[in-house]
């Protein structure tokens, strides 16, 4: 075992001890200081982002550091509440007796961030593990080192290193910390990854959140208008050059409407990001890295190599990791860019000629993070939502239910366990404590031995009544 990293471990399980009876006050006053460090390096933040894949500063306040904020937000207003415990009913048998849920923190969480949305992906669920009491060990991904040092800075001008630590490195260095007895482990990163996580968190038997990724579809109905479609999938794909974790990952409509539809699409990333051209604007950031960008080209070779037709884009330039937003149509069901889930700026068009084909379609792979329905017409609403199963859905947009903290964000099963955000971050990181506290009088004492009639009654009464 690595020594600096169990000596950390150490110190921040005798803090633990100190964090369990910590007050809603005292635990806003860590985020307040957090929120104040963060709001002054947010600069810093924008240009760290920009150094690792391009980022535009506005992309960076709307899709980082606004999530952070309203997280952040939303634990300082909440907090004295969520931890109050909450008073459940109790059956007739235990008549006189009280029965809450507490609330508890965990002890100490690891937290593993992906480098996709370096900064927020980091910060939110630190927000949510600190305002819950745990201690934190974070370590962000080794491919965006920029913001990963400014992460470091915040970090260690926020907190001691006995309650919230960051950790920088790769694969082997997360494999060190999940060999550490933490209570939690809330790992946002592939399901290959995933897996991994899992089985290493079982040596200790670690509770896990797993924010993982998949292919989240999006089915156009027959009765939609295709300009205010193409708007918002133009939008919710190519933002972060198609490198989040909820993008839509590729469209089933039918083959009659697709040449309408494209030529929007086309409208809209002309409008979006062809000021100059794509390259050149300050809106469209890079590919993460070579090793993405060759997957990603490759993806596109092969899909036209089977059939596909090239729409809009297709082109790159390796020497800056810049691929141009790309469209393709007519995507046969076997191309390998529908083998896996894409992270880039690729959206794949599939004939599908009816709600029922798509939904068949999607049922046959693993259930998505995320699935975008566009239609007006009730009954397919309600078929899509009974005969599919994913994260979350959005009807008639992308990616929004992220935004709203009262919605639990996370997967199931391939795309996730799990779930954070809001209240849900609390009770992510937050053990639910049964605690039964008995009265005076107590009706139970007439079960006790020896058993005679009167305990054959009683248990029939509560076979009956007993709910
Ligand atoms: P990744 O799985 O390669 O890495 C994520 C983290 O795990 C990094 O910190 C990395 O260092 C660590 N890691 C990598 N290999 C490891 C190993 N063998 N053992 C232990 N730790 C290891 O993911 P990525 O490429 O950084 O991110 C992209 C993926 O994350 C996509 O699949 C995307 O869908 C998913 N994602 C999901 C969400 C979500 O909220 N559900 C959000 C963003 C990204």
């Given at each position: 075992?690595?020594?600096?990293?169990?000596?950390?471990?150490?110190?921040?399980?005798?803090?633990?001890?100190?964090?369990?009876?910590?007050?809603?006050?005292?635990?806003?006053?860590?985020?307040?200081?957090?929120?104040t460090i963060v709001e002054e390096k947010s600069e810093s933040i924008e240009k760290a982002i920009w150094k690792d894949f391009r980022k535009s500063p506005q992309e960076v306040q709307l899709t980082e550091l606004v999530p952070f904020f309203m997280e952040s937000n939303d634990f300082i207003r909440h907090l004295p509440r969520w931890m109050n415990p909450k008073t459940v009913s109790s059956p007739i048998p235990l008549i006189g007796s009280t029965s809450e849920i507490h609330y508890e923190p965990y002890g100490n969480v690891l937290i593993l961030s992906p480098w996709n949305y370096p900064f927020q992906l980091a910060m939110v669920p630190l927000v949510g593990a600190i305002g819950s009491g745990n201690t934190v060990i974070l370590k962000p991904s080794e491919f965006a080192p920029n913001t990963s040092e400014v992460l470091k800075e915040i970090i260690e001008l926020a907190f001691s290193e006995d309650e919230v630590a960051l950790i920088q490195g790769d694969a082997e260095v997360a494999s060190e910390l999940l060999e550490l007895p933490f209570h939690h482990i809330f790992f946002t990163g592939s399901t290959r990854v995933g897996k991994i996580i899992m089985e290493k968190a079982a040596k200790h038997l670690a509770r896990v959140t797993l924010e993982l990724g998949g292919k989240s579809p999006v089915i156009l109905g027959n009765k939609v208008s295709f300009k205010y479609?193409?708007?918002k999938i133009a939008w919710g794909k190519f933002l972060n050059a198609g490198q989040t974790c909820i993008a839509p990952d590729y469209i089933l409509m039918n083959s009659n409407d697709q040449e309408t539809f494209v030529s929007y699409l086309k409208e809209f990333i002309n409008k979006f990001y062809a000021t100059q051209t794509i390259q050149e604007s300050p809106d469209y950031c890079r590919i993460i890295n070579q090793k993405h960008f060759?997957?990603?080209?490759?993806?596109?070779?092969?899909?036209i190599q089977k059939g596909a037709k090239l729409e809009f884009g297709g082109k790159g330039d390796e020497k800056e990791n810049y691929l141009e937003p790309t469209v393709l149509t007519h995507v046969p069901k076997d191309a390998l860019i529908m083998q896996e889930e894409i992270f880039g700026p690729i959206l794949p068009i599939i004939d599908s000629q009816s709600i029922e084909e798509a939904i068949e379609f999607i049922t046959l792979g693993e259930k998505p993070l995320a699935l975008y329905l566009f239609s007006n017409v009730k009954s397919e609403i309600q078929k899509v939502l009974q005969n599919t199963s994913s994260g979350g859905v959005v009807v008639n947009d992308v990616l929004l239910h992220f935004i709203n903290h009262n919605l639990p964000f996370g997967g199931i099963n391939h795309s996730g366990l799990g779930s954070y955000h809001g209240f849900h971050s609390f009770e992510n990181f937050s053990h639910k404590k049964a605690v039964l506290q008995q009265g005076m009088f107590s009706p139970m004492r007439f079960v006790y031995p020896p058993y005679t009639e009167v305990v054959e009654k009683f248990s029939e009464f509560l076979k009956n009544f007993l709910i």
């Open positions: 075992m690595n020594s600096k990293l169990y000596a950390i471990f150490a110190k921040q399980q005798q803090k633990s001890k100190e964090l369990k009876t910590s007050n809603p006050q005292q635990r806003i006053q860590k985020i307040q200081k957090l929120k479609c193409a708007e060759s997957r990603l080209m490759h993806f596109i070779e092969n899909a």
